[in-house]
């Protein structure tokens, strides 16, 4: 058997085991992640695949290249509309879309609908945490929200299709895009992944409240070398399936029609030309049969430098010599639809007569974008209910606000609390000091959507209302939102000039929140950093602060882990709150002052410094594991630590908590097996609160390196003080088999290691065999 063909043998095979395994689990009690998880991805419809077929008999091949045409905003006309267009992305004017779409049905030869796509990524207007700061609350129910209302307010304007979930796992905090994915582990990116599809597209996706999912960067996107955005990824096949792959696996098996191929080449090969991963996993093995379309030029990026053919636009992968090469190398590898470029539409008569692309693959193409578009209702709901799409109860209602804010909330992770500095007291004097105290703009984070900062709450104004009269306000310093090439680090607090102002403030307050942080353009695409530090004269801010003996907590608005040593130095208490979207201000005061334990999770290790990354909690081992206690093993000379200085899964309470009594179902299963593993979370403190359980495996004996842990289960529980819970997981073939470097899913016999806890240091282990 082939390679590819051994591949795709394998990778079917685990996908049968998995759903298996899924439903095994149904009829008992599931964890919210495993709730998640369990595949929804219906047959295909014979009646929708007879109109596919119809239709397609009808066309003209004029008629499908422009079916596979996908053009911005800024490009479309009314002569594309009536050409027959097939979408168009980031229209937002309800007037507008419904015109097109008018056009396209009414004046085109088949009256096929334009389906209209936009980047909702954490809200359209009710903007909710960035999907990173999401997902530190373990809690499958933010993301579904989020996409539940993302959806309904994007439908409501005439967009059928949302470019989300971002599902790239990354390693690398440097690079600006770890805002909008999960971070760092593959089961967690899995489990918001699949949540995220659920809620935007529903039971139906035709529904008018909800929408088709394109999950991206497939794939890799997110490991770049050097953190570098758009660079180049290399990686192992073991590693490609074991970490990469699972998320989107996850959400095409919850029901993601649309996926967008990647900018980046992956071992050589770029992701929009990449037949082994578009065709032979994603369409083959996985059975997807909904559409892939190209990023952003992504297509016209294939060629050569200096571009050919036509003689100008993107270029530089090198793996097409001009245009028409690029058409065809996208198509081939099993691009559908192209962004912005349009190689395949203008060549695809020439590509066809020379014999370098197939009508089957064309037919194939459009059949999937069609498919698509007859599930989505639009050939019989096509057009805007305008009134409705202007109207602002549609949109940002009080419902959608309070679950924004519940969202927020749970998203934040409480790094220090010494001496039990938060929370704060409502009734004593108040100060907000920092460049992001009083803020709007940058509470809701990069891809904001169609989100406006007025509708944004800011962290004084939302401390002030629960505090009325005790809470002032100073900068202390300022900031900008400068883009490259003017942008530096010193956009955030660039001077010292304000610094006294604080200070006298904080001498005549009784206590501080210090407001620091990133600008949101530092976070997100093209937002690649060198120095993940506080930027500017922050760290200098904290010890003038500290210097006057006020009690103080620092709050952090930011969309990637930072280097925050010198910070957790010098300040008591430290609250990660991203970048927490509309309800900011209101979030982190439920918080700050105890109306809200705060019990997120990091989703990514946060390193000591920037020299570490990547570090990650799930690594490989290595035969000279770091021991700073001596010298010839996997260390570093100038840092006294092997550890990040906040582990994955980290995070602490108002309350405490310990996590008891792991037990299995059994002491072996066959390599087709399940085991549940049982283990209890008591509130030992006088609080109520909320605990993350997580469970860890380890395989410490495979033909090819494991990592040290890797989450396969999880599940946040409310606790009231002295209340205990018991959390099951459902272990399984999928948990404990992995792919080899043949790309091969196997399950091989020995013992297997199981920790519980609440982070990724969980030392409460027992094992099991397969038999």
């Not at 690079?175 to 990116?189: K, M, Q």
Request: hydrophobic share 40%; glycine share 10%.
């Amino acid at each position: 058997m082939s390679h590819v063909s051994r591949r795709i043998a394998t990778v079917a095979t685990l996908a049968a085991l998995s759903t298996a395994a899924a439903g095994a689990v149904m009829a008992g009690t599931r964890s919210a992640d495993e709730a998640a998880l369990a595949p929804t991805r219906a047959d295909a419809s014979r009646s929708i695949e007879a109109r596919v077929d119809a239709l397609l008999k009808q066309m003209t091949l004029d008629e499908k290249l422009q079916q596979i045409q996908l053009l911005s905003d800024g490009q479309v006309t009314d002569a594309d509309a009536k050409a027959g267009v097939g979408s168009v992305f980031s229209l937002v004017d309800p007037v507008k879309i419904n015109h097109l779409q008018h056009v396209a049905v009414e004046q085109s030869r088949l009256h096929i609908p334009i389906l209209f796509a936009y980047d909702t990524i954490h809200g359209y207007r009710t903007i909710f945490p960035i999907p990173l700061g999401a997902a530190s609350s373990f809690d499958p129910a933010v993301p579904g929200t989020d996409a539940t209302i993302g959806a309904r307010e994007s439908a409501a304007v005439g967009l059928k299709q949302i470019y989300s979930p971002m599902v790239d796992v990354s390693h690398e905090p440097r690079w600006g895009r770890i805002a909008e994915g999960a971070g760092e582990d593959p089961y967690l990116g899995s489990v918001f992944a699949a949540a995220r599809v659920k809620g935007a597209q529903g039971a139906d996706y035709a529904a008018p409240d909800k929408v088709v999912t394109s999950v991206k960067h497939y794939a890799a996107y997110g490991q770049p070398e050097g953190g570098r955005e758009y660079n180049t990824t290399d990686m192992s096949e073991s590693r490609l399936h074991n970490v990469y792959l699972p998320p989107f696996k996850a959400a095409v098996d919850a029901g993601a029609d649309t996926v967008m191929c990647s900018f980046n080449a992956i071992s050589g090969v770029p992701g929009c030309a990449n037949k082994e991963l578009e065709t032979d996993v994603l369409k083959k093995a996985w059975g997807f049969d909904g559409f892939i379309e190209s990023d952003y030029t992504a297509v016209a990026e294939l060629r050569a430098c200096p571009p050919k053919n036509p003689d100008s636009g993107p270029c530089g992968h090198g793996i097409a010599a001009d245009g028409p090469a690029a058409a065809a190398a996208a198509l081939n590898a099993g691009t559908d639809s192209e962004m912005v470029s349009t190689y395949i539409r203008d060549f695809g008569s020439q590509l066809l007569s020379q014999g370098r692309i197939s009508i089957k693959r064309v037919n194939d193409a459009v059949g999937r974008i069609l498919r698509v578009k007859f599930r989505a209702g639009l050939f019989e709901h096509p057009y805007v209910d305008v009134a409705a799409a202007q109207s602002e109860s549609s949109f940002l209602t009080p419902a959608d606000r309070a679950a924004a804010r519940k969202a927020a909330g749970e998203s934040m992770v409480l790094l220090k609390n010494s001496g039990g500095t938060l929370p704060f007291s409502t009734s004593k004097k108040t100060v907000v000091i920092g460049p992001l105290g009083d803020d709007q703009h940058d509470m809701l984070g990069p891809w904001w959507g169609r989100g406006r900062d007025a509708d944004a709450v800011s962290l004084f104004t939302g401390l002030s209302a629960q505090a009325p009269g005790n809470v002032t306000f100073v900068p202390g310093c300022t900031l900008n939102h400068n883009e490259p090439p003017q942008a530096t680090n010193e956009d955030v607090c660039p001077d010292t000039s304000g610094f006294a102002a604080a200070v006298t403030a904080a001498q005549n307050a009784d206590q501080v929140v210090l407001a620091l942080g990133e600008n949101r353009e530092m976070s997100g695409e093209a937002a690649s950093r060198i120095d993940i530090d506080l930027p500017g004269k922050q760290q200098e801010l904290i010890d003038a602060i500290k210097a006057t003996g006020t009690p103080f907590a620092v709050v952090l608005f930011n969309g990637r882990p930072l280097t925050l040593g010198d910070v957790a130095d010098a300040s008591p208490a430290l609250l990660e709150a991203w970048f927490p979207g509309v309800e900011a201000g209101n979030a982190v005061a439920d918080v700050v002052f105890g109306k809200v334990n705060p019990g997120g999770k990091l989703p990514a290790s946060f390193p000591r410094r920037v020299g570490q990354i990547p570090i990650y909690y799930n690594h490989e081992p290595t035969g000279r594991p770091c021991d700073v206690g001596s010298k010839y093993n996997s260390r570093y000379r100038d840092l006294p630590s092997c550890d990040p200085l906040y582990p994955f899964g980290f995070g602490l309470s108002y309350t405490t908590f310990s996590v008891h009594d792991l037990r299995l179902s059994s002491s072996s299963i066959s390599p087709g097996g399940t085991v549940t593993a049982s283990v209890d979370v008591t509130n030992t403190g006088s609080l109520p609160g909320d605990d993350v359980v997580q469970l860890y495996l380890h395989d410490p004996v495979a033909s090819i390196s494991q990592p040290v842990r890797r989450l396969r289960g999880f599940e946040r529980v409310t606790l009231a003080a002295g209340q205990t819970k018991t959390v099951t997981f459902h272990l399984g073939r999928d948990d404990v088999g992995f792919y080899d470097n043949r790309g091969r899913f196997v399950v091989e016999r020995g013992q297997i290691d199981v920790y519980a806890g609440d982070s990724s240091t969980a030392d409460l282990s027992a094992s099991f065999q397969v038999r």
